[in-house]
């Protein structure tokens, strides 16, 4: 057998680019994590605010997971979903929370009231009785 210099070039080449997807994969996490904890910071050194508003819109945030498990080809499905409120204030701006699933059946578009939040943290919406 004779000597491939293509063969001695991929011991070379691979491990390089498994670590350079490593140092993605981290990479992102960690960033990630920072920006998260950077918000987390920010809102908790956010007043609480409590505010005349109107819920303009609601939306849920459905993902789709596939999931390949073992070498017997079974699969499975599963997914999230994430609910948002968009909040009108009496100057006109807007402000979209993501709220949890049993405020979002509670919440009704064109719903008046007070709404109470920290930063970017929705903390509730109290309806005003028309």
């Given at each position: 057998?004779?000597?491939?210099?293509?063969?001695?070039?991929?011991?070379?080449?691979?491990?390089?680019?498994?670590?350079?997807?490593?140092?993605?994969?981290?990479?992102?996490?960690?960033?990630?994590?920072?920006?998260?904890?950077?918000?987390?910071?920010?809102?908790?050194?956010?007043?609480?605010?409590?505010?005349d508003?109107?819920?303009?819109?609601?939306?849920?945030?459905?993902?789709?997971?596939?999931?390949?498990?073992?070498?017997?080809?079974?699969?499975?499905?599963?997914?999230?979903?994430?609910?948002y409120?968009?909040?009108?204030?009496?100057?006109?701006?807007?402000?979209?929370?993501?709220?949890?699933?049993?405020?979002?059946?509670?919440?009704?578009?064109?719903?008046?009231?007070?709404?109470?939040f920290?930063?970017?943290?929705?903390?509730?919406?109290?309806?005003?009785?028309?």
């Open positions: 057998m004779g000597y491939s210099p293509f063969g001695g070039m991929m011991f070379g080449i691979v491990p390089i680019i498994i670590f350079i997807g490593f140092i993605f994969v981290f990479g992102t996490i960690i960033v990630r994590s920072l920006q998260g904890a950077k918000q987390w910071k920010k809102n908790n050194d956010s007043p609480v605010l409590t505010v508003a109107v819920v303009v819109t609601k939306r849920a945030d459905v993902r789709h997971y596939h999931h390949n498990a073992g070498t017997d080809n079974m699969s499975h499905m599963s997914s999230s979903t994430a609910y409120a968009t909040f009108e204030f009496s100057s006109g701006d807007r402000m979209e929370f993501k709220v949890g699933n049993d405020e979002y059946g509670m919440l009704v578009e064109r719903d008046t009231g007070r709404l109470t920290q930063g970017t943290r929705y903390l509730g919406f109290e309806r005003i009785k028309a």
